[in-house]
């Protein structure tokens, strides 16, 4: 009797203890999903497409169907989530990893034996993210012909499937793709061939093959942050439907197409440095978002309200209408934003400023309550699909946050040393995952991903200090956004604390198409004014 007891107890207990785990996967699944915006979930439906039944992924709206779609497949489960770690390193959501216990390079290593989204579909994604909208609309105008009649508003993803399904674009002919590509914008088409490459050299095996690998790839005037990845080759079949896709090839090659009107001279037009219009009736609006003071745990900023007054003037100045909040919640911070997604008045101005002053951890600032918000999900706000009024109109970001807890140590030069070792400054993660995978952002950042970033408790905080001086200085002499920036980093990088220890360098990322340029004010800096 007492033994049929302690078995029970010990089912019991072993039932509780799966239900535990059980419950805590599935937290992590709700705050994975609460962190991923409308464009994730759309990149997470198209990398499961060889995976999951089409007619299921349809009806997909939101992270958490797509990952109850992987547990009914048995992809997904408490003991095994490589895939959805896959996807979001696939996605460059880096940060979201340490969630299910994986780091970007931990991911990397694993990517040769247990990597599933195929090279097809990682090409035709990585295509994805570097057409622009403008790259879009004369994709669609040259394949009118073979689109619905039907007006409908496609992304680059969406128009992908519509030609996978109608046979014109398959794993073992991309010819179509390759024409469009060549009459739109050749640069996309080193994707293509990376890929191309892969299938000619490895026909009948699978073996791994380290696709095209930068720091940073360009498509025609436009910085994309890409990571290295390795992936998985592996052979294909044919297809009944490919000649249909060489058919429509053929075509484009024997009507040699002039595009009308707008259309005409895209490659030509890509490659001009051209400027952003910012000659209209308004300039535009700047948020400042100043948290000082926070419920918790977390210390007061101060000094942060000298760095608050100093960039209203500044922009004020740049002929900004600039709108001041401060001690914001992470709700009201979210509200914030719906608000200013939501504003018509945008049409009428050249383009949107938002800087935020807070404590910070890696891709998250503090709202007062000392709750994270993601700056991703800070910057979606702003994309075409959800602020159509700033649609190809430049979207500039400042954040003064910490980034981490690392403090960047000076390396004092002498010449012909040896350069010293920094393996914690290689784990750095880009800053560009935070940006929305579209064309038009900017997000400048304090500091590198990791690390912390410094502020004077009556000067201010060096990163915008260095940024309100060097657009007082360089605005007047008509220099671009991308070259003041450079200007502040050199201004921050020069800086230390008063025991000569600390060290700190801010990092842009961006995926602008043209020079950002503000017309030069009629009246003096704000700081000869006094």
Request: net charge negative; glycine share 4%; hydrophobic share 35%.
């Amino acid at each position: 009797m007492l033994q049929r007891l302690r078995i029970q107890r010990e089912t019991v207990g072993s039932s509780n203890m799966e239900d535990d785990v059980s419950l805590k996967f599935r937290r992590q699944l709700l705050l994975i999903d609460e962190n991923l915006v409308a464009e994730d979930v759309a990149a997470l439906k198209f990398l499961c497409t060889d995976l999951l039944p089409f007619k299921k992924l349809e009806r997909v709206k939101s992270a958490l169907d797509i990952f109850q779609l992987l547990m009914a497949e048995e992809y997904l489960n408490e003991e095994d989530t490589f895939l959805l770690a896959e996807l979001l390193y696939r996605i460059k959501c880096h940060s979201l990893l340490k969630k299910l216990g994986y780091t970007k390079e931990k991911v990397q290593e694993c990517l040769h034996e247990k990597g599933r989204v195929s090279p097809y579909r990682q090409m035709l994604y990585e295509l994805s993210e570097n057409i622009t909208n403008e790259m879009l609309k004369d994709i669609i105008f040259l394949l009118q012909n073979w689109l619905p009649k039907r007006r409908i508003t496609l992304s680059a993803l969406e128009l992908l499937i519509l030609l996978e399904k109608q046979g014109l674009l398959t794993e073992n002919n991309v010819q179509m793709l390759e024409g469009v590509c060549m009459k739109v914008s050749p640069d996309l088409l080193e994707t293509i061939n990376c890929y191309k490459r892969a299938k000619v050299s490895l026909p009948q095996q699978e073996n791994t093959l380290p696709v095209k690998e930068s720091s940073l790839s360009h498509t025609g005037d436009i910085r994309v942050f890409a990571s290295p990845q390795e992936t998985s080759i592996k052979s294909v079949g044919s297809n009944t439907n490919d000649n249909k896709a060489a058919n429509l090839t053929q075509g484009f090659s024997e009507m040699n197409l002039e595009l009308p009107g707008e259309f005409r001279n895209v490659e030509n037009e890509s490659k001009k440095m051209t400027s952003y219009k910012m000659d209209g009736p308004h300039r535009g609006f700047c948020l400042v978002i100043n948290n000082v003071s926070f419920d918790g745990s977390l210390q007061e900023r101060k000094g942060s309200c000298k760095d608050a007054g100093e960039l209203e003037r500044v922009f004020t100045w740049l002929g900004l209408d600039v709108r001041t909040y401060k001690n914001l919640t992470s709700l009201q911070i979210k509200d914030v934003m719906q608000t200013w997604q939501r504003l018509e008045d945008h049409k009428d101005r050249d383009c949107f400023i938002c800087c935020i002053l807070s404590h910070g951890e890696s891709g998250a600032i503090y709202g007062k309550d000392e709750e994270l918000v993601s700056i991703r999900m800070i910057m979606s706000h702003f994309t075409a699909k959800q602020c159509p009024q700033l649609a190809e109109k430049p979207k500039l970001f400042f954040i003064q946050a910490c980034q981490g807890k690392e403090i960047q140590r000076p390396v004092y030069v002498e010449a012909d040393a040896q350069i010293p070792d920094l393996p914690s400054m290689q784990q750095s993660v880009s800053p560009s995952e935070s940006i929305p995978e579209e064309a038009d952002f900017l997000l400048g950042m304090a500091t590198i991903d990791g690390y912390v970033s410094f502020r004077h408790i009556e000067q201010g905080a060096w990163y915008i200090q260095a940024l309100c001086s060097k657009l007082q200085l360089l605005v007047p002499r008509g220099e671009d956004i991308l070259s003041i920036l450079t200007e502040v980093n050199e201004d921050v990088g020069r800086r230390v604390d008063r025991w000569g220890t600390k060290k700190q360098m801010p990092q842009p990322a961006y995926t602008l198409r043209r020079k950002f340029i503000f017309p030069i004010p009629r009246d003096p800096p704000p700081s000869q004014q006094h």
